[in-house]
């Protein structure tokens, strides 16, 4: 699904298929299918809100595309209203026995209203809950998250955070969001050549790719760096990376990123507070390298730290520090074996993460409700 719908929700989605019939609910982007059905027991209902020559805004990041073009804003009541006319369509003829919102801003907002007297589990992955803390949105965020028969965060952080606006705390758990791992017996055998350095994320300032390429101008081996994504920074970046061994891949679809994976000997997750507040709460795409086997370069913030044990399956540094962020891929370029175990140990601490251990927690955690 290479649309507005994040292939991780379908991925979970999927996982619970096989015990529940789900239907996943999500706006409308330029060149979806209305209608798709992913699995015997998972559909996907896109819903319309807005004319379709402008209906953008839920295509990528809803707030960046805002920032990028303000006119967006007038779609934003639209999607909002289309949301809330969609679910409460659905809770007359799907008539679900739960609802799971990702997000609290706007989903868990909008769902809260619109399914009173359904079960409302709701997911932060970061953003929504470390940004948006306006006074308003302060108050949403309590209410959504009192009102929540579960809350599910990325790390124990997150928890705090929650817990702190309003969430119980026995209902409220880590459950960070699963990788489809290709989990190879074996990595393909190691091109000769530079070391082959990988960024994987949304071309944003949280990503702290910025802080990468500054910090591979001093580096003295020779190396590669493909940079996987797209957003509203990328001309920043690729004026940043002028004279570097660099490539931006842009988007690539899940094929394409595995064998990327498979290509890459540090996968390097360089991540930092965005200046609005955001960041990570625990990258998919960190998992899905480590799943792959490369060699984990990132960043001190809370996820991304309980994720890696440093020094065993990956080395931390701390954020937005370019000279800790040298240092480590430095020390990884340079050490091959030292490289090939701690890829080996991060394959190994990814299969805590992988969407069917998670995908099984969720269903547990829906039981746990739905016999309530």
Not at 192 to 204: S, T
Not at 218 to 234: A, C, K, M, N, T
Not at 311 to 327: A, F, N, W
């Amino acid at each position: 699904m290479d649309d507005g719908t994040p292939a991780f929700v379908a991925d979970l989605a999927l996982e619970m298929g096989n015990e529940y019939d789900v239907r996943i609910l999500a706006p409308a982007v330029p060149g979806a299918a209305r209608r798709e059905r992913l699995s015997e027991h998972v559909e996907v209902h896109r819903f319309r809100f807005f004319p379709a020559k402008w209906e953008d805004v839920a295509d990528g990041a809803i707030l960046e595309n805002v920032r990028r073009r303000r006119s967006r804003l007038l779609q934003i009541p639209f999607l909002l209203a289309g949301m809330a006319f969609s679910i409460k369509s659905s809770t007359g003829d799907f008539r679900p026995d739960a609802v799971h919102a990702h997000w609290i801003i706007p989903q868990g907002a909008v769902a809260s209203v619109a399914t009173r007297g359904v079960p409302l589990v709701v997911t932060t992955l970061g953003g929504d809950l470390y940004a948006l803390n306006s006074p308003l949105f302060a108050r949403i965020k309590r209410r959504v998250l009192r009102n929540a028969a579960a809350v599910t965060v990325m790390n124990e952080d997150m928890r705090g955070i929650a817990i702190s606006l309003g969430a119980r705390s026995e209902t409220t758990h880590v459950m960070p969001m699963g990788a489809r791992l290709s989990m190879r017996d074996q990595r393909p055998a190691r091109a000769e050549g530079p070391v082959a350095l990988l960024a994987v994320g949304r071309l944003v300032e949280k990503k702290g790719f910025d802080v990468l390429l500054r910090a591979l101008r001093e580096v003295s081996f020779s190396y590669r760096l493909q940079i996987v994504g797209d957003g509203p920074e990328r001309a920043h970046l690729e004026t940043l990376a002028a004279g570097l061994p660099v490539e931006f891949l842009g988007q690539l679809g899940r094929a394409d990123l595995s064998d990327v994976y498979g290509r890459s000997d540090i996968a390097v997750f360089p991540s930092r507070r965005a200046s609005t507040g955001d960041q990570d709460g625990l990258p998919v795409a960190m998992l899905e390298a480590m799943g792959a086997g490369c060699a984990i370069v990132a960043s001190d913030l809370p996820g991304l730290a309980e994720a890696i044990q440093s020094g065993q399956s990956g080395i931390i540094v701390r954020h937005s520090s370019e000279e800790d962020l040298r240092d480590a891929i430095t020390t990884l370029a340079t050490n091959e074996g030292h490289r090939e175990a701690l890829g080996k140990a991060a394959r190994e601490r990814s299969r805590e993460y992988s969407v069917e251990t998670v995908g099984a927690g969720y269903v547990d955690l829906f039981r746990s409700i739905l016999r309530r």
